[in-house]
């Protein structure tokens, strides 16, 4: 049924949505931008797990569930990051992460 | 009452005032904290009557020997089989006389106390040393072995050097109680030392079989030698040394003199009566080793003993404060107490020397509890130390005069009060022993009878001096103990002492060696007579007398120089050529490293602060960076 594609097409694919992310998660200044590129690691990694336990372990359903529980936690981490920084804004009036630094020496 | 067990209350009872007093006393009124102390003792004072009632009458002359009763003996720290730790109570001849002694003391300097020192600050403190001290006395005569009087012996050290520096306000009293309380610790040294050695070559602490004659402990005890003494005489002499130090014999005498800062009740109860004569209680109980397996420690103890008393006696004719003279006599008189102990011999009549040093215990404990009593009357008096402030106080002092008298009396040995007998049987068992230390003790007796009649003839005869305020005689609370132990004084010559304390615990017959109390009778009476002429018929005398011996005299005011003698020790060799550098190498080498150490870390940490910029990405873009270079060293090491 998927005969079509190898297993290092979606190994490729996670990869780069992974350092995508980190990419992202490095260089954006917006706090939004820096959650998106979060949850864009997350994703890749679900690939992963799906991927890697479709092709290696058929039989098993370790992988799927553990993708489900990522997709309801990052919901969750989701929800928080807004929370904060909602809060972060209100304290600093903005969300450029380079001006939120008053936890230094 | 013949179980004994109630004994544990002597002690318990003063310790559960120490704490009372010590935690509670500055909410409760002052005279009440001094009134619940002095009932308190009232009832240990009771306890050791009763005590020795059914020890030397009902239960333990059985056959006619005084047995050692245990009443208990419990483990206090376990270490291993061999080496455990007890607590416990033993009773026998010495213990329960010091009971009398400790008890009958305290409760007279309680009881004084409360007019003495009415109105002082600290008055509940007070109380609650004594107490301290009464429970820590208590605890070191009835030890059952050397490692709980050990314990005790330092406890009375401690509560000696509070006493001592009860008026903590006063410099002279703070350097006082260090000075006692340093030396007697650097003589405890050597007790300790002389402990562990002993206990090591006999496998034990306990003082029923390290003293038992027949035993095995002191049969085991010669063997390895060391400079030509064996080991056991080695740890007898160290022993010894702590004996030294807390009976404040030479040289370890400095502190006593000293210690007289501390109030008159106190100079009374502990540097007079009970705490000092610890020593001469230590060798007492020791004495069985002593006799059979170093018999080389115990005519070290007959010599230092000698010449302690010659030696105090002589500084004691020059001293000008009335305590000090007092300190010295009793410096004089413990070290014929040693004497008697070093020229003793173990059972029967041989003890003789055992039961006098005991005997003259008991009766110096009445006297010089009385003299320092009578001074502090004085003192109390005319506000004021010094014989020159004192003069014809006999009219003004009726009650202190007479009890002064009667203990000037005892102590000059003059029959038929108490220190005649005891000093007479000191006397003849140095005659049998030793004639050099015979002829000291007599000289000793002379000038004894000298310098206490030379105090007694400038307070109390003399002119008036002039006295601020008219001096009036004492509240009864210092009178009455004033009275009960002149009566003691007086009469406590007539004890028995041979049927009751001896080395072995087997009563023998003693009688006045006529041949040697006559003339020591009249040697004493020399002395008075010289003190009369100089000081009532003669008053310029003494000082045409010093200017012909100037010399001697500075000498001997100046206590032969020891105390400065001690401090150029101290300060130019001990502290200059061994403090000194040890104190650089500290400062400079231990303090270097540790200050390097804290340097180079505050100097790194400075650089790498950096890092902490509080910039999220930064951390990030470590936190990963290190985790790519982790998982690129995995695979690289795993392939």
Redesign the interface.
Known sequence: MNAGIPLSYFLILAAVMFFTG?YG???RRNLIT?LMSVELILNSVNINFLALNRYLFPHKLEGFFFSLFIITVAAAEAAVAIALIINIYRRFTTIN??D?????? | MTDFNYTLWIFLIPFLVFILLGLAGHRLKARISGLLGTAALGVVTVLSYITAYFYYFRTAGINDVFRKITVFDSTWLHFTDTLEIKMGILLDPISVMMLIVISTVSLMVHIYSLGYMKGEKGFERYYSFLSLFAFSMMGLVVATNIFQMYIFWELVGISSYLLIGFYYQKPEAVRASKKAFIVTRFADLGFLIGILLLSFNTRTFDFSVLTDPQGTAIAHSSGISFLGLSVTTWSMILVYLGGVGKSAMFPFHIWLPDAMEGPTPVSALIHAATMVVAGVYLVARMFPVYFFAAPAALEIVAWIGAFSSLFAAIIACTQTDIKRVLAYSTISQIGYMMLALGVSGYGGHDGLGFMASMFHLFTHAMFKALLFLCAGAIIHAVHSNFMIDMGGLRKYLPLTHLTFLIACLAISGIPPFSGFFSKDEILAAAFHHNKVLFFIEYAVAGITAFYMFRLYFTVFRGEDRHYHTVPHEAPPTMTIPLIILATAAAFSGFIPFSKLVTSDGKAFQTHIEWGIAIPSVLIATTGIGTAYVMYVRNPSLPGRIISIFKHSYKLALNKFYIDEMYLFITKKIIFRYISEPVAWFDRHIVDGTMNALAIVTQVVSFRI?EF??????KY??FF?SGTILLALTLIYLLH
């Open positions: 980190i998660f490095l260089t820096i992460v380079e939120v630094n008053i936890m230094k020496y | 602060r902490q910029s509080g910039q999220l990405q990030a873009f990963i």
